[in-house]
């Protein structure tokens, strides 16, 4: 099984920025889609941004749509969550998996259920 480990959350200020990162090891995730989810205390697991094996097709929720940007180095194994005009909503913990469903769907690439491997969460706290 991939492992994955996220890095880059921390505090930030209201309209500030941060760029999470998501490490993969033990093979290689080139063909995979990759998720960004987000869990603040007492809610649900929600859906960040997902993109697919190629690094070509993405999706986002509505609420970060415009603000967010997920893209992957495969080289690297690396796959990136840029987050920009941040607000206090968005405090929560991120967290980034892999779907090893082959192919891309949207529908599918929000889902939690369909991912089989997940890291273990960087902390991103929205100061007002």
């Known amino acids: 099984q991939v492992q994955l480990v996220e890095s880059g959350g921390g505090l930030v200020q209201a309209g500030g920025s941060l760029r999470l990162s998501c490490a993969a090891s033990g093979r290689t995730f080139t063909v995979d889609t990759m998720g960004w989810f987000r869990q603040a205390p007492g809610k649900e697991r929600e859906f960040v941004a997902a993109v697919s094996g190629s690094g070509r097709s993405t999706t986002y929720a509505d609420s970060v749509k415009g603000r967010c940007t997920v893209s992957r180095n495969n080289a690297k194994n690396t796959v990136y969550l840029q987050m920009n005009s941040l607000r206090p909503e968005d405090t929560a913990v991120y967290y980034c998996?892999?779907?090893?469903?082959?192919?891309?769907?949207?529908?599918?690439?929000?889902?939690?259920?369909?991912?089989?491997?997940w890291g273990q969460g960087t902390q991103v706290t929205v100061s007002s």
């Open positions: 998996a892999e779907d090893r469903n082959p192919g891309f769907n949207t529908a599918r690439a929000s889902s939690a259920n369909e991912y089989d491997s």
